[in-house]
């Protein structure tokens, strides 16, 4: 894109964002324009939208301020367009969508909008549309998958292991994640990392904590029942792609961060010449670390797999009572903020590395690395939000 354009369209938006609520009348004005302009769409969209407006905005802000790097948005455009063929996206739908954005915009900054303004915008939603289809249009497998429940664990108080049968069978690579929809919260998508690799019984697995006043991971934790069928759209992400499959490998997963990084060491726990791998698995108290005697028995089989778990506190809480999930393991847990014990752990320059847990984690480790002297490049993570 030239940088006039990118000017345009950058400035008109940032004009948007200092009025206060500007931000929120934008994305309610567009979406108004779209469910008045186009009903059909609504069907599509959760009762309360405020998280949608929020990852709208998320979203274009992200798009806007990396329109002179076209390569780091274009994976994530792609991916967009992929996930997108759940709700059964065609090219009117994008069409609808443009022209509302282009409306919401030229109301919620009526003093920027010029006709140069307004061509701006349309090259660059035609062009992100262009990308999204193409990607969505390449994609081979079903829009989505149905899975039924036949299992569902509730490991600690707030984490669930549910394991899945698909009617289909989806190709995915381990360490990918996949949005999801369960049938009591219809409409409310969520992303979930697949915790094993695929397996010729269409089982997948996931390992879900309850975020505490969110509207679908409680509901999983505490409501799934056998037979609950869930909608599955595309795998996503790219965990899994090491750039370098010899190179020495450091994963680090807090909490449920930990599924994708199993699938992936359980999806070459067999083969022979794996790289060097150092996976540290972090969580608040010992008790957390519910998935260990797993991780252990990839060690026995893996030699080249070394283990390290982490918790913040050395000790379980008062309330909690019976075996911790450390018991037999290879060694105790080291204590600290996981960040803080991997980058002080080793030199880790000359490492690919992966990071899965909270956004506050992902980033607070990222930036641990860094000022250790690890190459950003080196570092890899799913989306955030
Ligand atoms: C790429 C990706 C992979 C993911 N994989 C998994 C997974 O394997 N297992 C899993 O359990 N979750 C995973 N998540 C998180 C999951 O998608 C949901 O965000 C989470 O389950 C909360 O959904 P909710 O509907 O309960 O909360 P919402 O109703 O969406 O949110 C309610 C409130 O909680 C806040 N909130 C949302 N998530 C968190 C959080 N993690 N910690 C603290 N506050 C939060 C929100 O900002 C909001 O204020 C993943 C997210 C991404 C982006």
């Given at each position: 894109?030239?940088?006039?354009?990118?000017?345009?369209v950058?400035?008109?938006?940032?004009?948007?964002?200092p009025?206060?609520?500007?931000?929120?009348?934008f994305?309610?004005?567009?979406?108004?324009?779209l469910?008045?302009?186009?009903?059909?769409t609504?069907?599509?969209?959760?009762?309360?939208?405020?998280?949608?407006?929020?990852?709208?905005?998320?979203?274009?802000?992200?798009?806007?301020?990396?329109?002179?790097?076209?390569?780091?948005?274009?994976?994530?455009?792609?991916?967009?367009?992929?996930?997108?063929?759940?709700?059964?996206?065609?090219?009117?739908h994008y069409?609808?969508?443009?022209?509302?954005?282009v409306a919401?915009?030229?109301?919620?900054?009526?003093?920027l909008?010029?006709?140069?303004?307004d061509?701006?915008?349309?090259?660059?939603?035609?062009?992100?549309?262009?990308?999204?289809?193409?990607?969505?249009n390449?994609?081979e497998?079903?829009?989505?998958?149905?899975?039924?429940?036949?299992?569902?664990?509730?490991?600690?108080?707030?984490?669930?292991i549910?394991?899945l049968?698909?009617?289909?069978?989806?190709?995915?690579?381990p360490?990918?994640?996949?949005s999801?929809?369960?049938?009591?919260?219809?409409?409310?998508?969520?992303?979930?990392s697949?915790?094993?690799?695929?397996?010729?019984?269409?089982?997948?697995?996931?390992h879900?904590?309850?975020?505490?006043?969110?509207?679908?991971?409680?509901?999983?934790?505490?409501e799934?029942q056998?037979?609950?069928?869930?909608?599955?759209?595309?795998?996503?992400?790219?965990?899994?792609?090491?750039?370098?499959?010899?190179?020495?490998?450091?994963?680090?997963?807090e909490g449920?961060?930990?599924?994708?990084?199993r699938a992936q060491?359980?999806?070459?726990?067999?083969?022979?010449?794996?790289?060097?791998?150092?996976?540290?698995?972090?969580?608040?108290?010992?008790c957390d670390l519910?998935?260990?005697d797993?991780?252990?028995?990839?060690?026995?089989?893996?030699?080249?797999l070394?283990?390290?778990?982490?918790?913040?506190?050395?000790?379980?809480?008062?309330?909690?009572?019976?075996?911790?999930h450390?018991?037999?393991?290879?060694?105790?847990p080291?204590?600290g903020?996981?960040?803080?014990?991997?980058?002080?752990?080793?030199?880790?320059?000359?490492?690919?590395?992966?990071?899965?847990?909270?956004?506050?984690?992902?980033?607070?480790?990222?930036y641990?690395?860094?000022a250790?002297?690890?190459d950003?490049c080196?570092?890899?993570?799913?989306?955030?939000?």
């Open positions: 894109m030239d940088p006039l354009t990118i000017s345009l950058r400035s008109s938006f940032k004009s948007i964002r009025i206060p609520e500007g931000e929120d009348y994305a309610r004005s567009f979406y108004a324009i469910f008045a302009t186009h009903p059909e609504r069907q599509h969209f959760p009762a309360a939208m405020d998280t949608q407006r929020d990852r709208l905005m998320r979203a274009i802000s992200y798009v806007i301020d990396q329109l002179e790097t076209p390569e780091s948005v274009l994976p994530l455009l792609a991916q967009l367009g992929r996930d997108h063929r759940k709700y059964g996206v065609t090219e009117e069409t609808a969508v443009g022209e509302a954005l919401a915009l030229a109301l919620a900054g009526p003093e909008w010029t006709d140069e303004t061509h701006a915008w349309r090259l660059t939603i035609a062009l992100i549309a262009s990308i999204m289809t193409e990607a969505a390449s994609d497998g079903p829009p989505t998958h149905v899975g039924r429940v036949i299992e569902h664990r509730r490991v600690l108080d707030d984490l669930a549910v394991r049968e698909l009617d289909h069978t989806m190709s995915y690579e360490g990918q994640y996949v999801v929809q369960v049938p009591s919260r219809p409409r409310m998508w969520r992303y979930l697949l915790a094993t690799p695929p397996t010729a019984d269409r089982v997948v697995e996931f879900v904590r309850r975020v505490s006043g969110g509207w679908v991971s409680p509901a999983i934790v505490g799934s056998i037979g609950d069928a869930w909608l599955i759209g595309s795998p996503l992400g790219s965990l899994g792609l090491w750039r370098e499959p010899r190179r020495s490998r450091l994963m680090i997963g449920t961060g930990i599924a994708p990084l060491l359980m999806d070459t726990a067999q083969l022979d010449g794996n790289p060097r791998t150092h996976l540290f698995v972090g969580g608040t108290y010992p519910y998935d260990l797993m991780l252990w028995a990839l060690t026995r089989t893996n030699p080249r070394t283990v390290i778990a982490v918790t913040e506190y050395s000790d379980n809480p008062w309330w909690v009572t019976g075996t911790s450390t018991s037999g393991g290879v060694h105790d080291l204590t903020q996981i960040s803080r014990v991997v980058a002080e752990y080793a030199d880790w320059t000359d490492h690919d590395i992966e990071v899965v847990g909270s956004p506050s984690m992902v980033q607070t480790t990222k641990r690395l860094m250790a002297g690890v950003t080196n570092i890899r993570h799913d989306p955030l939000y």
